[in-house]
């Protein structure tokens, strides 16, 4: 199958240093050796390390996020120059909604074929919501990683898996379960407070000789707001250390250091991060069950929430009494049923929805 020749990405985020989306460059760059060329909208540039092949459009900056009237009004402007100086066989719209909404009437008239990627249980209300609707009834295929990770169920819904650069994540060995990580966005949507609460219920048992470390960073007022409760949680508990955002490319020379991630997301958060740091030999505890086809049945009692989040103490204390020869089996089970989300095979996975 040969690709179509011109692809127009749109997405959130082009930034090296952005622990949660610094991936997106992998994409643009794995993509790129397919197609003759690419040209990218984004919603927000940082650093980057693109090929100068690509061509890159930017509505915000780090440094510089303008008004949202001035933002839709430079979305159309981008818009129409991009399209004026090039046509494109298919856009693809990467968590980016609104964007996709602001452009579909320039992409309509061009006759632009339209794919939308979403990954996230998304808004329950308000225009966000709206918005996600009418980029779903607007775009001619949808596409999502895992078959909870859409809200809606509609016809031209399409589960792929995810596109992760596993090269970047090495796998290391692990003898024994003691280091913990969250590795995710700082939000109530995570649960972040129970992770810690029971964290340190645990710890406090064992006389304080494991670890929990927190890397990610809030997105927004709300989330700044609970990271602050979180703050007062830990309060001066040595066991419990916030790290902050870190860069995607840095994020495997830490991974050596963890034993086991934990990510309370419930149905719809099929988080890649998961994904990437069972890639590199750490041990997950999870709650959606989407993850389940990454532990073999002996263990998806063990490793899984159930009902009550609470249950994660318990889970911590079958954990690390854990055999050596256990925690290598469940790890490489894992490993096995990773390769269908790798980077690798996006492109095709996608050419296949494109051709629809």
């Known amino acids: 199958m040969t690709p179509p020749g011109n692809l127009l990405i749109l997405n959130l985020g082009v930034d090296a240093d952005d622990t949660s989306l610094g991936f997106t460059q992998t994409w643009i760059e794995e993509l790129n050796k397919e197609y003759a060329n690419i040209e990218v909208i984004t919603m927000r540039l940082g650093r980057n390390g693109l090929s100068n092949k690509i061509g890159l459009h930017y509505i915000n900056t780090n440094e510089n996020k303008i008004s949202k009237v001035k933002q839709i009004i430079k979305m159309n402007k981008t818009f129409r120059e991009v399209l004026r100086e090039r046509t494109y066989d298919h856009c693809f719209a990467h968590m980016s909604p609104l964007l996709f909404i602001v452009g579909w009437p320039h992409l309509l008239r061009k006759k632009i074929k339209t794919t939308l ?38 016809k031209k ?21 003691k280091n913990f990580l ?8 995570k649960n972040v407070d129970v992770i810690v609460k029971n964290f340190i219920r645990f710890n406090n048992k064992h006389n304080n000789q494991f670890s ?13 707001i609970y990271l602050d409760t979180i703050k007062k949680l830990i309060g001066n508990n040595a066991g419990v250390t916030i790290v902050g955002k870190v860069p995607h490319s840095e994020l495997n020379q830490l991974m050596e250091k963890f034993d086991c991630n934990i990510n309370l997301g419930g149905p719809g958060f099929f988080d890649k991060a998961v994904l990437e740091t069972l890639h590199a030999g750490l041990i997950n505890i999870c709650y959606n069950s989407d993850y389940k086809q990454f532990y073999s049945e002996k263990y998806q009692d063990k490793l899984f929430i159930k009902n ?4 994660l103490e318990k889970i911590f204390e079958y954990l690390v009494n854990l055999k050596n020869e256990e925690i290598r089996s469940i790890i490489q089970f894992a490993s096995n049923n990773l390769e269908k989300h790798s980077l690798k095979t996006l492109p095709n996975r996608l050419n296949e929805v494109f051709y629809l």
Not at 142 to 152: E, G, I, K
Not at 157 to 177: A, P, Q, Y
């Open 308 to 311: 009550d989040l609470n249950e």
């Open 117 to 154: 990627w979403f990954t996230h249980p998304g808004p329950k209300f308000g225009i966000k919501k709206m918005i996600l609707l009418m980029a779903t009834l607007l775009a001619k295929t949808v596409v999502t990683a895992s078959s909870n990770s859409f809200p809606y169920k509609v």
């Open 157 to 177: 819904l399409k589960v792929i898996g995810h596109g992760i650069d596993f090269s970047r994540f090495e796998g290391f060995e692990r003898r024994e379960i």
């Open 182 to 189: 969250y590795r995710e966005r700082i939000s109530a949507s």
């Open 212 to 224: 929990l470390t927190l890397i990610g960073g809030p997105l927004n007022n709300e989330d700044n």
